[in-house]
Nanobody, 124 residues
Framework: QVQLVESGGGSVQAGGSLTLSCAVS????????MGWFRQAPGKVREGVAN???????NYADSVKGRFTISRDNNNNILYLQMNSLKPEDTAMYYC??????????????????WGQGTQVTVSS
């Protein structure tokens, strides 16, 4: 049974940091394109970062230099380290997976497996 479980969200002040985790069961994450997405109220879900099967990473321009995606293959966990957080980073963050390669920063429509999300709130 495939399961993606996010954790690590919370409330921080602008400039703070958070690390999100996505624990995956059902397959090994280095055989998938794994991504982080976010959705703010009233907005569409957008890609934040992804990590390809070959280890390559892709980031949205809005988070480049501040966020880092990584994975722990031994424990099958995907991470998103978020530094220098801004109020505009406030959203529900989701972990997603797809069976093919990432081919750049893909949108959510081509990802088939999803977690339940974890809320990130950044106050000014």
């Amino acid at each position: 049974q495939v399961q993606l479980v996010e954790s690590g969200g919370g409330s921080v002040q602008a400039g703070g940091s958070l690390t999100l985790s996505c624990a995956v069961s059902g397959y090994t994450i280095n055989t998938r394109c794994m991504g982080w997405f976010r959705q703010a109220p009233g907005k569409v879900r957008e890609g934040v970062a992804n990590k390809d099967r070959d280890g390559k990473t892709n980031y949205a321009d809005s988070v480049k230099g501040r966020f880092t995606i990584s994975r722990d293959n031994n424990n099958n966990i995907l991470y998103l380290q978020m530094n220098s957080l801004k109020p505009e980073d406030t959203a529900m963050y989701y972990c997603g997976a797809r069976g093919g390669y990432c081919y750049g920063l893909l949108g959510p429509s081509v990802f088939g497996d999803w977690g339940q999300g974890t809320q990130v709130t950044v106050s000014s």
